[in-house]
Nanobody
Framework: QVQLVESGGGLVQAGGSLRLSCVASGRTLGTYTMGWFRQAPGNERKFVAAISWSSGDTDVADSVKDRFTISSDNAKTSVYLQMNSLVPEDTAVYYC?????????????????WGKGTLVTVSS
């Protein structure tokens, strides 16, 4: 089993920044794909960003590519989402995700483990 615990959400004004963190534990995750999804009220959960812990490659959704960055620590225990220039449309619950499969599968929605989510609210 894999446990994912998110933190860093909160209320921020438009134009501000937040950094989300996700701590992963439970098994050897060195080759996993880690990522972030978000779900706004009334909407489906959508891919935001991913990082491959085996290759170091990253991918970020086009809708946030200029503002969001995904990274991880060298120990491969935590993954981060740096969010800049936030807008009210970024308001959502952000979920940490993990899968042992390649990044392309996560981008298509394949996730084996989910965190409980952290709420980000951007006020106008």
């Amino acid at each position: 089993q894999v446990q994912l615990v998110e933190s860093g959400g909160g209320l921020v004004q438009a134009g501000g920044s937040l950094r989300l963190s996700c701590v992963a534990s439970g098994r050897t995750l060195g080759t996993y794909t880690m990522g972030w999804f978000r779900q706004a009220p009334g909407n489906e959960r959508k891919f935001v960003a991913a990082i491959s812990w085996s290759s170091g490659d990253t991918d970020v959704a086009d809708s946030v590519k200029d503002r969001f960055t995904i990274s991880s620590d060298n120990a491969k225990t935590s993954v981060y989402l740096q969010m800049n220039s936030l807008v009210p449309e970024d308001t959502a619950v952000y979920y940490c995700a993990a899968t042992p499969y390649p990044m392309t599968t996560m981008i298509r929605g394949r996730v084996d483990y989910w965190g409980k989510g952290t709420l980000v609210t951007v006020s106008s």
